[in-house]
């Protein structure tokens, strides 16, 4: 293991039980687990480990504990790396003892998540390292799995990134329909500004340096800058000059992220971090 990563407050039990309930419920449809319940005694004690095969982030170590947990809770899961923390091959990240129907009925489920939430983390970690040294903050966004949100979010927190909005009742971003629909710029400014709470910012989506001059002017909060090339961003964050945050969208990858970074701006969100992260490799290993 290279390094700790990243310290992240755990997500509430809350949140995580009716998730992990639910998963357990497809999976073991209307007979449960055939092949478990008739092949495995029901005395039957083993020892298992989970072990990391890739270099990655972790997240997701309690939905994997939930799994078990649920299904019997004899089963003892000692977590020897938390969420946020980095993994290399061969890193035992938890090791279970307990009842063995409990732990190969949970096994997919634990590791469903675990894999999926990891990789997210594992994505967001090589863009946070890539931009490293800069003032740019790496943020997710909306494309998310439905239902999954506040867990691919929680895992961005856990690879170094912040979050964007989680939903479109707690910010108001807009975008160039809103734009179209409503006449302009100014007039989708002027309008959200007499409507909208204090404590709730304004960003604005714009395409070319003439609509962020128009939106500097209109008083915009947060100027996200689409699309734009490394040297229109330096002109952009130029003209912004600490008048808006300035954020970055739109063709980012690992190797276009550090010059994005280094045109000055605040914040470069990237929407494949949660939609198109492939998982982290982890295996249960009796």
């Known amino acids: 293991m290279s390094d700790a990563g990243v310290k992240v407050e755990p997500l509430s039990p809350i949140l995580i039980e009716p998730a992990v309930r639910a998963a357990l419920a497809e999976d073991l449809g209307r007979g449960g687990d055939l092949t478990t319940d008739i092949v495995i005694d029901d005395d039957a004690w083993v020892k298992a480990s989970i072990n990391a095969r890739q270099v990655g982030a972790l997240s997701g170590i309690d939905f994997a504990e939930m799994a078990f947990g649920l299904l019997d809770p004899r089963v003892d899961m000692e977590v020897f790396i938390a969420d946020g ?15 063995a129907r409990a732990i190969l009925t949970g096994e997919r489920v634990a590791l469903n998540y675990l894999g999926h939430l990891s990789g997210i983390a594992s994505e967001t ?15 997710c966004t909306r494309k ?27 910010g108001l971003m807009i975008k160039d329909n809103h734009i179209a629909a409503c006449g302009g710029i100014t007039q989708a400014v002027d309008r959200a500004k007499a409507k909208l709470g204090h404590m709730v910012k304004i960003e604005l989506e714009v395409d070319t340096l003439e609509q962020l001059e128009e939106g500097l002017k209109a008083g915009a909060d947060v100027i996200l800058l689409d699309n734009m090339g490394p040297d229109l961003l330096r002109e952009a964050v130029k003209m912004i000059d600490g ?19 280094a045109s000055g701006v605040d914040v470069i969100s990237i929407g494949w971090l949660t939609h198109s992260a492939p998982c982290l490799d982890l295996g249960l290993d009796f």
Do not use: M, Q, W
């Open 85 to 99: 923390g980095r993994v290399a091959p061969g890193d035992t990240v938890a090791v279970l003892e307990g009842p």
């Open 125 to 139: 970690r090589k863009i946070v390292d890539a931009v490293a040294g800069t003032k740019a903050r790496i943020t």
């Open 144 to 170: 998310t799995t439905p239902g999954l949100r506040a867990f691919e979010k929680y895992a961005v927190r856990c690879g170094g990134g912040f979050n964007h909005r989680f939903g479109l009742d707690d």
């Open 243 to 261: 008048r808006a945050v300035a954020e970055a969208s739109g063709g980012v990858t690992l190797e276009t992220a550090p010059a994005i970074a």
